[in-house]
Nanobody, 124 residues
Framework: QVQLMESGGGLVQPGGSLRLSCAAS????????MGWYRQIPGKQRELVAL???????TYADFVKGRSAISRDNAKNTVYLQMDSLKPEDTGVYYC??????????????????WGQGTQVTVSS
């Protein structure tokens, strides 16, 4: 019913940049907080950055100063600009969003959704 589709991952050299995008689609009434998480091989999934519907942002310490999260509410899309990438940033990056939909009998449902993930590889 609701899908999150990521794009923008790939192979980049150390010090390079990537811009990830994630668009929410489906029978959406509204999208609240959106964010990016990553899973590094051998580690648990961790938060990278969050953005509220109003634009308040939160960053993990390991990306502060070299990443920027933004969103386009009209397009239900969130972006993650990552600069000065390091080999240790290599992993699968997942989009996450709190999405409200209108269910049967007109009831509003709020649920958290994940995208399929996009691979980011930082290597020379």
């Amino acid at each position: 019913q609701v899908q999150l589709m990521e794009s923008g991952g790939g192979l980049v050299q150390p010090g390079g940049s990537l811009r990830l995008s994630c668009a929410a689609s489906g029978s959406i009434f509204g999208v609240n907080a959106m964010g990016w998480y990553r899973q590094i091989p051998g580690k648990q999934r961790e938060l990278v950055a969050l953005i509220s519907r109003g634009g308040t942002t939160t960053y993990a310490d390991f990306v502060k100063g070299r990443s920027a999260i933004s969103r386009d509410n009209a397009k239900n899309t969130v972006y993650l600009q990552m600069d000065s990438l390091k080999p240790e940033d290599t992993g699968v990056y997942y989009c996450n969003a709190d999405v409200s939909t209108i269910g049967t009998a007109g009831r509003m449902n709020l649920r958290n959704y994940w995208g399929q993930g996009t691979q980011v590889t930082v290597s020379s």
